[in-house]
């Protein structure tokens, strides 16, 4: 509990940083454009200075959507492609057990072995250098081989044996496309068109009067887009701080299949 506490305010201090570095960049560079320009407008420089600021929060605007949106979806997809794994996992534990013989052993050691490692190391490996353990998969084909030895004499046994080798597959593909929302990491071109939106539009602000309400509307302003670039840089790594995703449904199988061995 109070690691979670202490990640929990580790979060919430970076997501002050954003929030407070990007209203300094918006009024930063206001007032460094008012006083470049020399003080207020006149009518059509104020014109011209709204017509640009519509302009470019318009596509600023579009840019931290698309890029929001794509990376929720990711997030969403890792927590649905985990359930899917520890799905199958399950059914190659619980049908190498139903197969019978002493082949099932090695298959169902082989499938803890690997729920172990990856919520022991492969997630933590994930964060780090976004590559999977090769451990894993090792663990992996230990099983798969075990399903391949077998030799079903019964119409039942040929049936979990298919249904093995082809849960086994699934876990092969759910490891590939974790591993690619490992390595997906944002762009560096998105955090410099992002931050040149909030500059550009910042500067074009400076036809407004620093006038107490002028300053907390401009400070609105860059408070609601370090909050939408936190969450951004949160959702672009998936297995580290601070949007971590912790592997519940393989954390859940883990201690499933503890207690199926210790019955």
Do not use: C
Request: hydrophobic share 50%; charged share 15%.
């Amino acid at each position: 509990m109070a690691w979670d506490a202490g990640r929990i305010a580790m979060e919430l201090l970076l997501g002050v940083g954003f929030v407070g570095a990007t209203i300094a960049v918006t009024l930063g560079f206001y007032f460094a454009m008012r006083w470049v320009t020399g003080g207020d407008p006149d009518a059509r420089s104020r014109d011209l200075a709204g017509s640009v600021i519509f302009r470019i929060s318009a596509l600023h605007g579009l840019i931290l959507a698309l890029v929001f949106a794509q990376e929720m979806v990711e997030y969403q997809q890792l927590k649905y492609e985990a359930a899917i794994e520890a799905n199958a996992i399950a059914d190659v534990y619980f049908d190498a057990g139903r197969y019978g013989g002493e082949g099932r052993e090695p298959i169902q050691g082989a499938m803890k072995d690997y729920v172990a490692l990856i919520v022991d190391e492969e997630w933590a490996l994930l964060a780090d250098t976004g590559r999977l353990a090769p451990a894993a998969w090792g663990h992996w084909d230990v099983a798969y081989n075990g399903v391949l030895d077998l030799s079903p004499a019964t119409d039942r046994q040929r049936s979990l044996r298919d249904h093995m080798l082809s849960q086994l597959h699934a876990i092969a593909e759910t490891r590939v496309k974790r591993e690619n929302h490992g390595s997906g990491s944002i762009s560096g071109m998105f955090w410099f068109a992002a931050m040149s939106g909030v500059v550009l539009i910042s500067l074009a602000y400076y036809s407004f009067p620093p006038e107490r309400f002028n300053l907390v509307l401009i400070s609105m302003f860059g408070a609601f887009t370090g909050i939408i670039l936190f969450l951004i840089y949160a959702f672009s790594n998936p297995y580290g701080f601070p949007g971590q995703l912790e592997p519940g449904p393989l954390l859940r199988l883990q201690e499933q299949l503890a207690r199926s061995t210790s019955g």
